[in-house]
């Protein structure tokens, strides 16, 4: 029987004879052997990039993901490949057309299914095409491995098993265990909880086929579980430290583009001279004013401008940037990428997010999410129940392309962050998981409020412990770290937008207490680094679901994690209660030490409040005065309280505590309220 179909479902007993007779008279040698490479599926998870090619012909490091699995497979000396293809179908047969000229020893059948048959009914169906194939060869279209193939045919072939397959130990989801004879027990135990992985590359004796269900649609794996069950052998291989990647999401495809340069490739020629080539494009460009961290892929006839960032960037052929900018964490199609401007009102959302959603765009509503800072705007999507938080930013703040290389990194150290579901960086758009409508602000309830605050506090305890060792290429990207230089300038944003600006005063600020500023630095920059949040405040950790998520975090850098304590528990937003602060403090000091990092002093705490709330205070000024937003004008008088709370009963800070309790804050007290009256009344006719 060709297909093996009409085995399906056979009493145990009858099952196990075909399966015998049929493995023996399948094991005469390579000659009935013929390759299969599964290249049907949609790419869903590869959205959207394989909305405008299907996941076959998506290149890695400049040639298409089929060619590099045909080339593994014609390599072997194999006759016959078949190749099945559905979404996007005409794509895959064309450029299986094209690569038949390249193996002419090869001869390549495309298998056209109407609709998606999954990995066994693909199978099933494309083994019709060869009814003299003993054994299948199959390769995972979006699965690279360089092992000795040939070692895994002739082991199969001299063990008389129905299917042999390779397994990565210790890497990947990790759901496949083995029995000590090396059969396999169990495909599907909790991710992360069994030794292997299945790497997307086995071989079967055609006879597999009598354990597939009926029904057309149907893995593969549920062939190798039926024949188990009937006492079949199904046999793993574990392929040790081989270089294997699997590339059916965007950030695994992504991050494929990075380890792959580490790998020696002796099995796989096609691989190792693609990243030969991707080794002097990246040369080429670095020495011409580009600067390329992290996973970068780039395409036949790139054009960078000097200036350009990458990281985690895959480009393909034929994109051209066009202006200076920073490009992180996404796939870019094709076209010229030219300086995105500021966000503002009357930007929509790119077709490409509705189709990655599968939902029409006149049928989503699109709710603006009140005005926003930093160049950027947030819109809520909703569709039915669902709902997603659509951001748009301008490429001139290299803050806001970071956030989604950002989220993916506090992601894999564990920490509560939106998802980012799509990233169009050559459009400044991102769409996030939506994680509603309350901040930590809004929390009213006392016992609710300390614990949220106790995960917030876990979490920043986590990424000031451990961000620093895990940061790795990542840090090219984020905001410049805290020097004697950025704390000057934050003093001197409170001077210029406070004192000046809104007061009138700037002879308020003396030696005086410029000194005692100074000491608070020199206090803060003697304290071991840490990666921190930077603008951990309650405004910008959200409540879902009953946890604290982390957001706005774009602004990530190295600092002192005292700064982020500052910045939460000194809030304007709130005003804290000493008690609870210190109480806090504690809390964060006690998770600290559970890492094994040096608790730092508490006079490190108001240090950095001082230089935080000025920071702050700074920002308010200017964003009222100076951008129009009148609503920070709320904060001034609490953040100057907060700062006057922040170095009360402290001696090292006596000229300061007496500039902002006798000087700032009544003075603010009767300015802030008349400059809004004014504001309110419009300008004066005449």
Not at 70 to 78: H, I, M, N, Q, T
């Amino acid at each position: 029987m060709n297909s093996g179909a009409a085995r399906a479902n056979l009493p145990r007993n009858q099952a196990l004879t075909t399966l015998r007779a049929g493995v023996s008279e399948g094991a005469a040698g390579w000659d009935g052997v013929v390759g299969f490479v599964l290249a049907a599926g949609e790419g869903r998870r590869l959205r959207p990039a394989s909305l405008e090619r299907p996941k076959a012909t998506m290149p890695f490091c400049g040639v298409p993901l089929l060619e590099l699995a045909v080339s593994r497979l014609a390599g072997l000396g194999l006759r016959r490949i078949v190749v099945n293809c559905c979404h996007l179908g005409d794509h895959v047969e064309a450029l299986l057309a094209g690569l038949a000229s390249r193996y002419p020893a090869t001869t390549l059948t495309c298998s056209r299914e109407p609709r998606l048959l999954d990995t066994g009914g693909g199978l099933r169906e494309g083994l019709r095409l060869v009814p003299e194939a003993r054994h299948v060869l199959v390769h995972n279209v979006d699965t690279l491995l360089d092992y000795d193939l040939a070692g895994l045919v002739a082991d199969h072939l001299a063990s008389g098993a129905l299917a042999t397959l390779a397994l990565v130990p210790g890497r990947g989801p990790r759901t496949v265990c083995l029995r000590a004879d090396g059969t396999i027990e169990d495909f599907r135990r909790p991710r992360g909880t069994a030794p292997y992985t299945f790497a997307g590359v086995h071989i079967f004796a055609r006879q597999a086929l009598a354990f597939l269900p009926p029904r057309p649609v149907c893995s593969v794996i549920e062939a190798y579980e039926g024949a188990l069950a009937a006492g079949g052998v199904v046999r793993g291989v574990s392929v040790g430290e081989a270089y294997w990647a699997d590339l059916g999401t965007t950030r695994d495809y992504l991050a494929a583009h990075q380890s792959a340069p580490c790998a020696p490739f002796h099995g796989h020629p096609l691989l190792r001279r693609a990243f030969s080539a991707q080794r002097r494009r990246r040369a080429r460009w670095t020495a011409q004013g580009c600067a390329l961290t992290g996973a970068v892929g780039l395409g036949h006839g790139v054009k960078l401008a000097s200036g350009v960032r990458l990281h985690d960037a895959v480009l393909w052929d034929g994109v051209c940037v066009e202006a200076p900018a920073l490009l992180a964490a996404g796939i870019l199609t094709g076209g010229r990428v030219s300086g995105v401007p500021a966000a503002g009102v009357g930007r929509r959302p790119d077709p490409r997010i509705f189709a990655t959603l599968g939902v029409a765009a006149d049928e989503v509503r699109i709710a603006p999410l009140g005005p926003q800072g930093s160049g950027r705007c947030y819109c809520r999507l909703s569709h039915g129940e669902r709902s997603w938080i659509w951001s748009a930013y301008g490429h001139e703040r290299s803050e806001n392309a970071a956030f989604a290389a950002c989220a993916g990194f506090l992601k894999e150290l564990g920490l509560q962050v939106p998802d980012v579901l799509v990233h169009l960086p050559e459009k400044g758009e991102l769409l996030l998981s939506d994680l509603g409508s309350r901040p930590l602000l809004k929390v009213s309830d006392p016992a609710e409020l300390r614990r949220l605050l106790g995960e917030v506090l876990t979490q920043a305890a986590r990424l000031h412990a451990t961000g620093l060792a895990a940061l790795g290429g990542l840090e090219a990207v984020l905001q410049k770290g805290f020097t004697p230089g950025l704390y000057q300038w934050e003093r001197n944003y409170f001077r210029e937008n406070v004192l000046q600006g809104l007061l009138g005063h700037a002879e308020w600020w003396d030696e005086g207490v410029e000194g005692e500023c100074q000491a608070a630095e020199a206090l803060l920059t003697s304290l071991p680094p840490a990666l921190i949040h930077r603008d951990l405040q309650s405004a910008n950790v959200m409540v879902c679901e009953g946890r604290a998520w982390l957001i706005d975090f774009q602004g990530m850098r190295r600092g002192v994690g005292a700064y982020d304590l500052a910045s939460l528990l000194f809030d304007p937003y709130r005003c804290y209660g000493g008690a609870l602060r210190d109480d806090a403090w504690s809390a964060y000091c006690q998770a600290l030490a559970g890492h094994g990092v040096a608790v730092p002093p508490v006079e490190a705490l108001a240090a950095a409040a001082v230089q935080r709330l000025m920071q702050a205070l700074g920002a308010y000024g200017r964003l009222w005065r100076h951008d129009g937003l009148r609503w920070y004008a709320d904060y001034l008088i609490p953040g100057l309280g907060m700062l006057a709370e922040a170095v009360a009963g402290r001696g090292e800070f006596r000229r300061l505590r007496r500039l902002v309790e006798e000087r700032c804050l009544p003075a603010a007290r009767a300015v802030v309220p008349r400059l809004l009256e004014e504001e309110a009344a419009g300008p004066r006719p005449g």
